[in-house]
């Protein structure tokens, strides 16, 4: 009978100490577990600059730029022959023989060589419905590029140089709510345009004046070289809506656009306090989406934006050589309501070029990036070596708490992707204009895995097991989804939460169509079998809310995750 009392004492004390979690109510993680980073490759052979998680593989794509034309990775034999590039700066023609993209087996901590030829050099990309990358832009010969590749062990790039209308470098690829891609911006691309069907190419892009307005230039009296180009309107954080239509963030602004009509329908206030957009460089997410059980309901999109510089921050890095304190904010809009505001709180420490990454409990863990400076190359100073977990529903001035750090600087170009298992692939850092490592910030080749807080050993009871084989894996929009759960204790339906997240394209500070969403539990059955509750949740009910595509799909149990399984809504 002691040992049963003993027991349930334990039980209570750690329930409460989740539910400090679950509510989002303390200024650290709870148990004082502030996460783990891991080594998990020394040499991955190039440079992460973009990658993308892929479904129902092991496997994270990973790509460099290849102008430069070198890296740590030979192509193997059987990826040749070598290609051949014409440098349109230096009007020289050479041969390449070196590997500029990767899978890269997260469980295995394997590398696979794959080839890719058009520059892929500040690209944007995102997963097609059917679970392949599509990738867009580039520089020079590849700015115009569409690129696929499936996530199998034989795929390789499939390349068209040409088939967009417009040069795209630095823009921001985004999927409506038909599955359809669309590209905004680019250096001097002033327009957006859809990505035609395989193998076929644009004709025209449509112009969007918006990306015009919103650069930044600093008027330089007597210089002869004249006023100097800031920009802070590239890579624009681009959101598609619950209505249908697209939020579109650049520098300091933003408005929802109506790209079928290429009409902006609403403008919101600005966004003070300095730049955020490329090369400013803040980060962006777009918070969970809550699905009512009621279908009619409207569902809030709600924005989040940390960090950036000051406006001239590029100017003062790239010609000064000095480097001015990051923003310290962190400033979110309910971008649905009839009265949008901007609601501003500040970080526990200044931050650009960060990634936000959207955890599967519907926390936010901003990692990556400087503390001082701005994007661009030599442009920022003291790397900010410790993540940052944010919690939206945390009462304000409590949703901030400061992680264990890591010991390697991830400055420019960078990158953060979830893994299925809640932990976070990172890599990436390059502050150089090729590959050198003996620079300050080195050209980063080393690929780590960084553990949150809720992967803690005192939550390991609490954490559920998706019994995938017993599951749905797929659903049609309004379909109700059952999932079979092993758990220690039985779930209980005030605790218990199904999420689902978009795995994004990431580059640069930003995260191509990263969504998360919580749906909507329809019903919880306890002991279906020994051990085993049976879950029921709606899946979203418009591919507006949910493009369709896989996701991963998590049972959350008092603010502890499951291991994901990819679910594919269609």
């Known amino acids: 009978m002691a040992k049963a009392s003993s027991k349930k004492v334990q039980s209570l004390i750690l ?25 998990i490759s020394q040499n991955a052979g190039i440079s992460a600059m973009h990658t993308q998680l892929l479904p129902k593989t092991d496997h994270i794509a990973v790509f ?35 590997c500029h993209s990767i899978f890269y087996d997260y469980n295995k901590n394997a590398v696979k060589a794959l080839k890719v030829q058009s520059d892929t050099w500040c690209s944007s990309g995102g997963l097609s419905p059917d679970g392949r990358l599509v990738s867009t832009g580039g520089f ?41 891609f669309l590209v905004y911006g680019g250096r001097d691309a002033f327009s957006y345009e859809y990505v035609p069907v395989e193998n076929e190419s644009n004709k025209a892009a449509i112009a969007f004046p918006f990306l015009f307005e919103t650069q930044d230039f600093l008027e330089r009296p007597g210089n002869p070289k004249g006023r100097f180009r800031l920009e802070n309107n590239l890579y624009p954080f681009v959101y598609l809506l619950p209505d249908g239509n697209v939020y579109v963030f650049a520098n300091n602004r933003s408005v929802v656009h109506d790209p079928k009509a290429n009409k902006i329908i609403r403008e919101f206030p600005q966004l003070p306090g300095g730049a955020r957009s490329y090369p400013a460089t803040g980060t962006s997410v777009l918070l969970p989406l809550y699905l009512p059980r009621d279908t009619n309901k409207p569902v809030d999109a709600e924005v989040l934006i940390c960090g950036g510089s000051v406006r001239e921050g590029l100017y003062l890095g790239e010609e000064e050589k000095r480097f001015v304190n990051a923003l310290d904010d962190c400033a979110r809009m309910v971008v649905t309501s009839p009265n949008p505001e ?9 931050r650009t070029m960060a990634d936000g990454v959207l955890l599967p ?13 701005s994007g661009g190359w030599h442009c920022a100073d003291k790397p900010s070596l410790k993540p940052m977990l944010y919690r939206p529903n945390a009462p304000e001035g409590q949703r901030f708490a400061e992680l264990a750090p890591t010991d390697i600087p991830r400055m420019y170009h960078s990158v953060a992707n979830l893994l299925p298992d809640g932990k976070v692939f990172v890599g990436g850092s390059n502050d150089n204009d090729g590959y050198f490592e003996f620079a300050k910030f080195p050209t980063e080749l080393r690929l780590e895995k960084f553990t949150p807080p809720y992967l803690a050993p005192e939550y390991a009871a609490l954490r559920p097991a ?4 017993q599951s749905d894996k797929a659903a049609t929009y309004g379909k109700w989804v059952y ?41 919880l059955k306890n002991n279906v079998a020994p051990g085993v ?28 995750p499951s291991h994901s399984i990819w679910f594919h809504l269609k």
């Open 15 to 39: 329930l409460a100490a989740v539910l400090l979690l679950v509510n989002n109510a303390a200024a650290a993680p709870a148990g004082g577990f502030l996460g783990s980073w891991e080594l």
């Open 64 to 98: 460099d730029a290849s102008v430069w034309h070198i890296s740590r990775l030979q192509l193997p034999q059987e990826k040749r022959p070598c290609f051949w590039h014409h440098n349109k700066l230096t009007n020289q023609t050479a041969e390449d023989c070196w």
């Open 140 to 180: 020079q010969y590849g700015a115009k590029a569409i690129r696929y590749l499936w996530g199998c062990d034989t795929c390789d790039w499939v390349e068209y140089p040409e088939g967009l209308a417009e040069p795209r470098w630095y823009s921001t690829q985004v999927m409506l709510s038909d599955g359809s």
């Open 342 to 350: 901007w609601k501003i709180e500040k970080m526990p420490a200044p």
């Open 361 to 373: 409990n519907g926390e936010v863990l901003i990692i990556n990036g400087a503390d001082l400076g």
């Open 466 to 469: 998706i019994l995938e084989d």
């Open 483 to 523: 999932l079979r759960v092993k758990s220690s204790e039985p779930l209980t339906i005030n605790y218990v939460q199904v999420s689902i997240v978009a795995p994004p394209f990431v580059t640069h500070g930003i995260s191509m169509n990263q969504r998360m969403l919580f749906l909507s539990v329809i019903e």
């Open 533 to 560: 509750d049976e879950v029921v949740v709606a899946a979203p009910p418009t591919s507006a809310l949910a493009p369709p595509g896989y996701y991963l799909l998590s049972v959350v149990n008092q603010g502890i």
